[in-house]
């Protein structure tokens, strides 16, 4: 919820012109992409969830102090999950499942690896990554049991000229618009906070809302309610600076 209000905040603000980031994933230094399951900062895309992993999962722990901890996910249908950290920190995220493999992203966190169900349990041996600790990577076999039956919060999916990935004329923000009604904001350039944020989004009459991993609508742009209008390649977006209108045009 900290990134996304940070990102929220930063809708406005133009990164530095050190042409030493051109080549940073998310500028316009070219390359090959890289897929999102190795790059954090790849164009993310819509996954797969399959039946048997729908509902929540939640793996419990004791930490070195003797405390009860758990973290749980809450797989969704068209590739989408929230993840539960102590079931007080919801965070909207992006899995695939391909044959016995599964990402996870959510956002700054990634998971990679395979799994297996066997009735309500879900044994996830898998690979994480931090974009706080570029240099750290943990691997580990986590035993989830299934606790709900249940998928909570689910975006409906979005058929509209909105979808797709937009850059800002800097390059350093991106707003990647997914069919399946979830968005990811990036946040990537000299001088800035590296920002990765998943949320929801509904259009509706040339406006779209956000909302977070709980379904609850947020401030996007200073708006709940954000106009827009997309033009061939390029999209405006109309929202609210210091109590003025002000319009960002992004490039497809």
Known sequence: ??????????????????DDDDDEPGNNG?????SPEKD????????????????????SYVDDEGDAGSMSFQFKHRGICTFYYDDEVAMLGICNASGNKLTINAGGIMYN????????KL????????????????????TFKKVSSEIGFEPAPVD???????????????????????VQYLQLGDGLDTIPAFFAYSVNDGKFTCY???GNKFLMFGLTDVPY????????ITGLDDGSYVSIVYTK
């Open 160 to 182: 509209d000229s909105l979808v797709g990935v937009w850059y800002d004329s800097d390059r350093c923000h991106r707003l990647a618009f997914l069919s399946n009604g979830c």
């Open 123 to 142: 044994i996830y041996k898998a690979t994480m990554s931090d974009i706080d600790y570029p240099e750290e990577s943990y691997t580990m076999e986590l």
């Open 212 to 214: 977070d991993a709980e």
């Open 1 to 18: 919820m900290t990134m996304l209000a940070v990102a929220v905040c930063c809708g406005f603000t133009a990164c530095g012109d050190d």
């Open 113 to 120: 690896g395979t799994y297996s169900v066997s009735g309500d």
């Open 40 to 59: 954090p900062f790849a164009v993310p895309t819509v996954g797969n969830t399959p039946d048997a992993l729908l509902g929540k999962w939640t793996y």
């Open 30 to 34: 070219g390359g090959t992409v890289v």
């Open 229 to 236: 209008q997309v033009n061939g390649n390029k999209l405006t």
